[in-house]
């Protein structure tokens, strides 16, 4: 379903054509050997043999494993450079959120490392660098002594389980507000009929989104104007975060709170099958990843406590954020023994994911005046199209 914008539609088109003028052949040709090997890891279709043949060649050369650079040692479990070294600390230790401006599957070499930050923690993270192997600077920002982990894990304990209630609470649509809905008379192959529904869904989901934001600690202690920017910017990327809850792997379809799977092929009858193929990555991802009720919670809040243009009160919202921030990372470190810090990289990197599922989904929310498609107008006003 159409997303949210975070900037000016214009302002977004042109940070996406940006990539069209670079002269990425040229670049290429100057790196050679480099820009192959760097293009062969990242290549989702490579294998392993052949990813460990690369790696193999790049430890022979002293390469850094991201971006081709000369390395200068083991850093994080992977043979690096200082750049990139430093680039994964500040992301890790800062728990920075990156949004890709071109396509989310920049090749990352001596030259788009600095274009992309996004793809470039992404290929950090692939080619194996593990935020737990740290440095002693690292460690002492880090880790709490064993007296104050205990507190902040009682304090976060209370809070998670707050969190977890609401979004219990307001989990599912009412039964007043389903009966308003219905399928019966819509056949499969009825396209503004799917598409009437899903846009009614929606509705019912961005209200419950309001909903359960307006309950989240903190969230009351704002201006208005600041809630009400809060609201409409993150409206589209928690509903996506919501399909992904409700992604049912063994059919390959969304489950709508009626229990109604749909599938990507319906997605496209409806006329909204322009992101559909990433949106059902996405919410594969996170079933992968076995991601619990209160880690869902958790990133709930922390992206929509996350930084838009517009704010107010930009350190006040920024503070609130770190609050659940914190409880994500303490409760990560104790639920997932196992690497416990990557797999916190990776929960993180899921909102940078919601940014571009969210930029996607409104260049189609736009397309869909030309093809005639009205949105209802309460989705026109949160998401400003």
Not at 5 to 11: A, L, N, R
Not at 134 to 146: C, E, F, G
Not at 200 to 226: N, Q
Not at 367 to 376: F, G, I
Request: aromatic fraction near 8%; charged fraction near 25%; proline fraction near 2%.
């Amino acid at each position: 379903m159409p997303g949210t914008t975070f900037h000016h539609q214009k302002e977004l088109d042109n940070s996406f054509s940006c990539q069209n003028g670079l002269d990425l052949g040229r670049v290429a040709s100057k790196l050679k050997d480099l820009y192959i090997y760097g293009s062969s890891v990242n290549h989702p279709g490579a294998s392993s043999s052949s990813n460990n043949n690369i790696k193999k060649k790049f430890q022979v050369k002293k390469l850094c494993l991201v971006c081709g650079d000369s390395a200068s040692g083991h850093h994080y479990s992977v043979l690096s450079c200082e750049g990139c070294k430093g680039f994964f600390r500040r992301s890790i230790i800062k728990k920075e959120v990156y949004q890709c401006k071109y396509d989310n599957n920049c090749v990352i070499d001596m030259f788009m490392r600095r274009k992309c930050q996004q793809c470039r923690l992404k290929k950090c993270l692939k080619v194996g660098m593990r935020s737990e192997a740290k440095v002693s600077t690292t460690v002492s920002v880090v880790q709490r002594s064993a007296r104050g982990q205990r507190k902040v894990s009682a304090v976060n304990e209370k809070l998670i389980n707050r969190l977890i209630h609401i979004q219990d609470e307001f989990d599912q649509p009412s039964s007043e507000d389903m009966k308003k809905i219905s399928t019966s008379d819509i056949h499969e192959s009825d396209g503004d009929g799917h598409f009437k529904y899903i846009t009614e869904m929606t509705i019912l989901t961005v209200k419950l989104t309001v909903d359960f934001s307006k309950r989240l600690p903190g969230f009351d202690s704002l201006l208005r104007e600041d809630q009400i920017t809060l609201l409409k910017a993150c409206s589209s990327e928690v509903m996506m975060l919501r399909c992904a809850r409700r992604y049912d792997a063994k059919t390959d379809s969304i489950v709508f709170a009626n229990n109604l799977p749909y599938t990507r092929k319906l997605y496209h009858i409806a006329g909204l099958g322009d992101t559909v193929d990433s949106v059902f990555s996405f919410s594969k991802t996170l079933s992968l990843m076995k991601i619990d009720n209160a880690e869902y919670a958790l990133l709930t809040a922390i992206d929509i406590f996350s930084e838009r243009p517009g704010l107010v009160e930009v350190e006040k919202v920024e503070k609130i954020k770190d609050i659940y921030l914190e409880a994500l990372q303490n409760y990560v470190k104790n639920r997932r023994l196992h690497r416990p810090m990557n797999k916190l990289a990776k929960l993180l990197l899921l909102l940078t994911e919601l940014r571009t599922l969210s930029y996607l989904n409104s260049k189609m929310c736009f397309s869909l005046k030309l093809k005639n498609k009205r949105l209802p107008p309460f989705l026109v006003e949160m998401w400003n199209v």
